[in-house]
Nanobody, 122 residues
């Protein structure tokens, strides 16, 4: 599976962005998907994940209530809607495919896309 993320950019605090992740491969619709981020000088951290059918979603506490993960299996695309953005959300955002229908925090993604940079100005 190849993953291509897009939608990053520069936004003011309080603004919104929507990231997209297009998957090329037959396993997208049967794989849980996730978003991670890595801020400058920090390690990569989990942001959100969604099960294969889009029924179950999971969020890091730092983004809960502000970010929404979704997917459209007919388009092989996962999304991350980011609202009420804060300067501390500034990071490179990566989409990932778990290769497993359900998400678990004990699972590591099997496939990674390239990052898309999100910069939130104060």
């Amino acid at each position: 599976v190849q993953l291509q993320a897009s939608g990053g950019g520069l936004v003011q605090a309080g603004g919104s962005l929507r990231l997209s992740c297009v998957a090329f491969g037959r396993t997208f619709s049967t794989s849980a998907m996730g978003w991670f981020r890595q801020a400058p000088g920090k390690g990569r951290e989990f942001v959100a994940a969604i099960s294969w059918g889009g029924i179950n979603a999971y969020y890091a506490d730092s983004v809960k209530g502000r970010f929404t993960i979704s997917r459209d299996n007919s388009k092989n695309t996962a999304y991350l809607q980011m609202d009420s953005l804060k300067p501390e959300d500034t990071a490179a955002y990566y989409c990932a495919a778990y290769g497993n229908p359900s998400y678990s925090d004990s699972l590591d993604p099997r496939y990674w896309g390239q990052g898309t940079l999100v910069t939130v100005s104060s």
